[in-house]
Structures are given as structure tokens and as C-alpha cells.
């Protein structure tokens, strides 16, 4: 089976930058028609423009993934522009503190962030698929730090391992309808974000703890994600797959 999209709607959440954007991108010269959605829309817009410019599809939309009303809103417009059928739900943020000094407020952040958010919008998603009645797709956007931890990240690991574990529950219930779940967790990846920090002493020297001893790039995820968007993941369902380096296999 092939890896397009022809003739399918995708949502990217999270799209404003970095994953999300990309993923955006990914999905319109794969064929589908996308909708982009974030806090801020200004970077949406622009998305928008690129992608048109490019041959594709696309339109923006604003959301708040911990504010349900929100979310509601979101769906409620996009069932009256027809539907779709792809949800990446990528919206996520991070902290970097030591659980002595984490505070209550950023805990609540990141966990209604990337945990209570990714629920709202998967649940939102999932309900307009049932009723459609023609399936979906939802890849949950997680990361190798739910399935493995680091330092000084608690609520970052802890709300990706809750993503990881929604993911399988949703696959169980949602599968009788043709919805299929799946989590992509990706490993280190360069970004404009990260970038300094990678050619950091410290930096180099996490990046020699990868096996391929390279960091990702975003083009590595690409393959993933088509495979659990497309008709060739069809007898995929509550997977964890994990695009890393074989950073998870390394040694203790």
C-alpha cells in the first residue's frame, strides 16, 4: 500500500513551530488537506501561505488544547467544513527544574499541557470520527521520555508516559469504530530550540549515548508518521513506536 494522503483531512495541533510544523508539512505533500491549529495563529497563517505556495492545502484554526470550550470549538468548525479524518496531536510544553524546586503551577503547565490536553483533543477528535462513521487515524505525540526518564524533567516524563498508556486504552475502546491510536515518541531531535545546547560539551556527550551517535532530524520522523497516517499502518493500532537512534536499546 502507498504512503498518501490523497483525499484525506489532517489536524495537526501544536503547529505554531518546531514537530508540529513540520508534521503539518509532512502530511500536505503527502496529499491531505490540513488544518493547522495553535495558541497563536500569526505563525499559523504563514504555515498557510507556505504550504498553498508549495501545491497543498491548508487553513488554520486557534486552539487551547486545556481549555475544553476551546476544543469543542475547534471540532464543532471543523464538522461543518466536512469533517476530517487524521488527527497529530502534538501540543506540548516542558519544564526543566529539579522536583525540590518544581512549583504547583508548573506542574499543572505541563501535565494540563501535554496529558490533560492530549486527552481533550483525542476525546474531541475521536467523538466526531464515531460519528462521521467512515474511521480515523489519531497519533498521539509522545516521546522515548515516557518509556525511559532523564533529570530535572518529572512532569515533562510523567504527562508522556500518561500519553503513552491513554493511547493504548483509546486503541482498545476505539477500534470497534475504525479508529485506530497510536503513539510516535520520538527521540532527540534537532531543532532551532536545541540546537546551542547539542553543540554544548554537554550536549555532545548525550549525543555519544545514542547508538547511531547522531541526534534526529525532523525528516527522520517522517516515515513513522506516514506509516501510522496512511493505508499501510491499517492493521496498526495501540502501538508505541519509537524514532530515536536506538537511544532506548543503549546501555545503562
Known amino acids: 500500500m502507498e504512503l498518501?494522503?490523497?483525499g484525506r483531512t489532517a489536524l495537526a495541533t501544536g503547529a505554531s513551530s518546531g514537530l508540529g510544523r513540520h508534521f503539518a508539512q509532512v502530511l500536505a505533500r503527502?496529499?491531505?488537506?490540513v488544518i493547522v491549529a495553535a495558541r497563536r495563529t500569526p505563525p499559523?497563517?504563514?504555515?498557510c501561505d507556505e504550504i498553498v505556495a508549495a501545491g497543498g492545502q491548508?487553513?488554520?484554526m486557534q486552539l487551547d488544547v486545556t481549555d475544553s470550550a476551546s476544543v469543542?470549538?475547534?471540532f464543532s468548525d471543523i464538522e461543518s467544513m466536512g469533517g476530517f479524518d487524521i488527527l497529530i496531536n502534538n501540543?506540548?510544553?516542558t519544564t526543566t527544574r529539579s522536583v525540590l524546586d518544581l512549583s504547583e503551577q508548573e506542574w499543572d503547565q505541563v501535565v494540563d499541557t501535554n496529558l490533560k490536553g492530549n486527552f481533550l483533543v483525542a476525546q474531541g477528535a475521536a467523538r466526531l470520527m464515531k460519528t462521521q462513521g467512515r474511521g480515523g487515524v489519531i497519533v498521539n505525540i509522545a516521546s522515548i521520555l515516557g518509556l525511559r526518564t532523564a533529570g530535572h524533567v518529572a512532569p515533562y516524563t510523567t504527562s508522556k508516559a500518561g500519553v503513552v498508556q491513554?493511547?493504548?486504552?483509546m486503541a482498545l475502546e476505539l477500534a470497534r469504530y475504525g479508529?485506530?491510536?497510536n503513539a510516535l515518541c520520538p527521540g532527540y531531535i534537532e531543532t532551532d530550540l536545541n540546537q546551542d545546547f547539542f553543540a554544548s560539551g554537554a550536549g555532545q556527550a548525550m549525543v555519544k549515548r545514542i547508538p547511531q551517535r547522531r541526534l534526529g532530524r525532523p525528516e527522520d520522523l517522517d516515515g513513522a508518521l506516514l506509516l501510522l497516517c496512511s493505508d499501510a499502518g491499517s492493521y496498526i493500532t495501540g502501538a508505541t513506536l519509537a524514532v530515536d537512534g536506538g537511544h532506548l536499546v543503549s546501555t545503562l
Open 166 to 169: 491513554l493511547t493504548k486504552a
Open 30 to 33: 503527502a496529499g491531505a488537506k
Open 44 to 47: 499559523l497563517e504563514s504555515l
Open 72 to 74: 469543542s470549538r475547534l
Open 179 to 181: 479508529i485506530r491510536v
Open 4 to 6: 498518501n494522503l490523497n
Open 91 to 93: 501540543a506540548g510544553v
Open 58 to 60: 491548508a487553513s488554520a
